[in-house]
């Protein structure tokens, strides 16, 4: 190559840099938020999607984008964290939809209702049925941008200081229950009471309240439950699945350029799998070690089961007569859920019936 068209070459090369410089510095741009956590740092399956999401979006951007979490109470209380990003006292926040009940039942459609999706059928509902472009716009309503940030799987029923053996032990019982599934046990006698995870034990070891439900065998360990009531129900019909949720400041979210857009998405979808796993996977052990301590485990009666199934949808004929938000969220849920179980029946749930009975010979 002669040198007139090296240094045409080299002079094109070095123009094409001096433009594209300013264009990657201007989309990378330098940012920090902070997160407000409704957990406390011990519970590290739930604390610890916050650090996951952050140190993903740090390390995609050369940290250049710094997310900082913070536990529960560190900014505000558990319960509030919704309240401080809408007013912009925090740019997000890692929590459970369902303790925005009082604001607008609709919040604990996106993260569990009694009798309703499995942790899998959440995510089909939200990645490619309908629940996303519903909540996008029920969130915006709320000034947030919603992102799915984590599931629990199937939750256990509590822990009881007493046996439950028929519908009436259930009336008068004080028990703690986060969520829409309060409503529900209303109908039945129950005095439900909603307590953030830190401040559950101490309630239940002075009496306070008779029974408490948290989410399942590890985490219900390290908070201690069992060393102050001895039964350990089953299944948890309130929460087949339980959706975990970062909101953010929308005003904050549509600030952000595309490309740190698509980070903090993608770093969410891989919070979002990886609580699951970790309780898929951490569970199991800390049933043996708890029944292994002495704790019974108890299902639920059927006519128990039965009871609050018919409350249940009670309470959403009656909501959704009264708020058409909720309706339609529902209706779009429950047509999933009903689809979804055609091919469960048919696939998933015969192979792990099967696999079940036959785990001892394989």
């Not at 990003?85 to 039942?105: L, R």
């Not at 559950?200 to 065998?217: C, F, M, N, Q, S």
Request: aromatic content about 12%.
């Amino acid at each position: 190559m002669k040198r007139r068209e090296v240094l045409k070459v080299a002079g094109a090369g070095m123009a094409a840099s001096a433009v594209a410089a300013p264009a990657v510095a201007q989309s990378m741009p330098e940012i920090k938020w902070r997160l407000a956590a409704s957990w406390p740092k011990s519970l590290d399956t739930l604390y610890g999607a916050g650090e996951t999401f952050s140190k993903h979006v740090a390390e995609a951007t050369d940290n250049k984008f710094q997310v900082q979490t913070f536990a529960a109470g560190e900014i505000v209380p558990a319960l509030q964290v919704l309240d401080a990003v809408q007013n912009g006292t925090v740019e997000m926040c890692h929590t459970a939809m369902y303790y925005f009940i009082g604001k607008d039942p609709t919040w604990a459609l996106f993260c569990a209702v009694p009798f309703g999706l499995n942790g899998r059928q959440q995510n089909a509902w939200f990645y490619d049925g309908d629940g996303t472009k519903l909540m996008n716009e029920f969130g915006k309503k709320s000034n947030v941008h919603p992102l799915v940030g984590g599931n629990t799987g199937a939750q256990m029923g509590g822990w009881f200081r007493k046996e439950i053996k028929t519908v009436d032990d259930l009336k008068g019982l004080k028990f703690r229950i986060g969520g829409w599934a309060g409503k529900t046990l209303l109908k039945l006698g129950v005095v439900p009471q909603q307590i953030a995870g830190g401040d559950i034990y101490p309630a239940l070891e002075k009496g306070t309240i008779d029974a408490a439900e948290w989410v399942g065998p590890y985490d219900d360990e390290k908070l201690g439950f069992n060393k102050v009531a001895p039964y350990y129900y089953y299944p948890g019909w309130w929460e087949g699945g339980t959706a975990l949720h970062f909101l953010i400041n929308d005003a904050k979210w549509n600030e952000l350029p595309k490309n740190y857009q698509a980070i903090v998405t993608a770093a969410a979808g891989f919070a979002n799998v990886e609580v699951t796993a970790r309780y898929d996977a951490r569970n199991p052990a800390a049933l043996k070690r708890l029944v292994a301590a002495g704790t019974q485990l108890r299902p639920f009666p059927q006519p128990v089961m039965e009871a609050c199934l018919k409350a249940s949808n009670e309470v959403n004929a009656e909501t959704s007569a009264a708020n058409a938000d909720y309706k339609k969220v529902l209706d779009s849920m429950q047509t999933f859920r009903n689809d979804e179980y055609l091919w469960w029946q048919v696939s998933e749930y015969t192979y792990d019936t099967f696999m079940i009975r036959s785990r001892t010979r394989s």
